[in-house]
């Protein structure tokens, strides 16, 4: 088992910058990919970005250019800095792990991008 433990999240204005953090524990052998993806109110959950251990990294259309995923392998730890915040970016946003077949989640941790 993996387990994932978010952090960084809060409330910012819009035009703002918050830095997420997502360490791994447990049995973190053979994970590859690291990401993020997030879930509004009333929405499906949306694909942020993913990383993948020799660093080849992917964004969602929505946060291209504003959005920067980075990870350090020695620590396990996936980070996000999220620049230019908009009101559209607020929601729960979820760190997720693949290992082999199976992909874990973290419970998330809320960000908020007041107008």
């Known amino acids: 088992q993996v387990q994932l433990v978010e952090s960084g999240g809060g409330l910012v204005q819009a035009g703002g910058s918050l830095r997420l953090s997502c360490a791994a524990s447990?049995?973190?052998?053979?994970?590859?990919?690291m990401g993020w993806y997030r879930q509004a109110p009333g929405k499906q959950r949306e694909f942020v970005a993913t990383?993948?251990?020799?660093?080849?990294?992917n964004y969602g259309d929505s946060v291209k250019g504003r959005f920067t995923i980075s990870r350090d392998n020695a620590k396990n730890t996936v980070y996000l800095q999220m620049n230019n915040l908009k009101p559209e970016d607020t929601a729960v946003y979820y760190c997720?792990?693949?290992?082999?077949?199976?992909?874990?989640w973290g419970q998330g941790t809320q960000v908020t991008v007041s107008s």
């Open positions: 990383i993948t251990r020799g660093g080849d990294t």
């Open positions: 447990g049995s973190i052998f053979r994970i590859n990919a």
């Open positions: 997720t792990a693949t290992r082999t077949s199976s992909s874990y």
